[in-house]
């Protein structure tokens, strides 16, 4: 897919304008202390270096395995606010440890993985990831068919706007996020103009406003998603997806694939000998887990780590799990 980070540069960007974080925090946690009660030490440890890419989901999973990692086996945690295909740059070169949520990339696995073998896959995070158009609440129940995508043609006026002309508005997010949707509006004969939005928090604000203000509004978004626990909105029929029928991006016409997301670790980070090693390829939880953890930081205005720390201090089993 998928989505595309937030701590120091864009972190702070995105959270200020529409997360909810009151604050971003540093790049590095300081001061790591020697786990109690565990069998790694600092020095054992040594640093976890952590890709952070732009959504909160993704900064929930990095923020609660970094406050683990320190608390539990007293590593040094920093985190790298970069881009997807960045992260992966960076676990080849061996600048970066882990990327923490990972959706498809099926071209950087095999340059990576397959071919490279600079990076591993580091197992399921145990989220389901899902990709689609959705429109706001108030939309659905006014126009309930133009939840059946091959209906939109008939209400592309609705969604006209400056950028894009003559043609209905489709929104999407970051640049970075993996999206299908210039193949899609053209292979299924839409008369849309994909118009890039530039952020998850401008994707959310514009859905605010869309539902306050009764406007029309398409937008590309996705789930584990704490957003949904606001608004509930709805999301548009895309034609089925069968396996392969995204295999030419080109000729794509149907809807995202389902995704389980992964982690991955950079090569030489998997032969280190790290206890962290352990931790982020048992590292697994549930969506709700996931946007629980992203509505402390975007609702109720607390920092990552103080709401990695919440869940922590909450999910004890869990955390166990992760450390056996």
Not at 131 to 159: C, H, Q, R, T
Not at 278 to 292: E, M
Request: charged share 20%.
């Amino acid at each position: 897919m998928a989505r595309g980070t937030r701590r120091l540069t864009l972190a702070c960007v995105a959270a200020a304008l529409a997360l909810g974080l009151s604050a971003c925090g540093g790049g590095t946690i300081q001061n790591a202390t020697a786990p109690t009660g565990g069998s790694g030490t600092a020095a054992a440890c040594g640093d976890l270096r952590i890709a952070v890419n732009p959504w909160t989901g993704y900064v929930s999973n990095a923020h609660v395995i970094g406050y683990v990692a320190k608390t539990k086996l007293g590593c040094n945690v920093t985190y790298s606010d970069l881009k997807e295909e960045v992260s992966w740059q960076g676990m080849a070169s061996g600048t970066i440890d882990t990327v923490v949520e990972n959706w498809g990339h099926n071209d950087l696995i095999k340059k990576y993985i397959t071919d490279g073998k600079t990076v591993e896959d580091a197992g399921p995070t145990g989220n389901d990831g899902i990709i689609g158009w959705y429109v706001p609440p108030w939309m659905a129940e006014k126009y309930p068919d133009i939840l059946d995508s091959a209906n939109l043609n008939k209400y592309a006026d609705l969604f006209k706007t400056s950028e894009s002309g003559d043609k209905g508005q489709l929104l999407d997010g970051d640049p970075s996020y993996v999206t299908n949707d210039e193949a899609l509006v053209t292979n299924l004969k839409l008369n849309f103009k994909v118009v890039v939005g530039g952020s998850e928090a401008a994707l959310i604000e514009s859905f605010r406003s869309a539902e306050k203000n009764k406007t029309p509004l398409l937008a590309y978004f996705y789930e584990p998603q704490w957003f949904f626990s606001e608004m509930k909105l709805a999301r548009v029929k895309l034609p089925a997806y069968t396996d392969g029928c995204d295999a030419d991006p080109k000729t794509i016409a149907c809807d995202y694939p389902p995704y389980k997301l992964n982690k991955l670790i950079s090569a030489k980070f998997a032969a280190s000998g790290s206890p962290a090693v352990g931790l982020v390829k048992k590292f697994q939880w549930t969506n709700d887990d996931q946007n629980l953890v992203s509505t402390y930081m975007s609702r109720d205005n607390m920092t990552p780590d103080d709401a990695a720390k919440k869940w922590v201090d909450a999910n004890p089993d869990k955390v166990a799990a992760w450390l056996k």
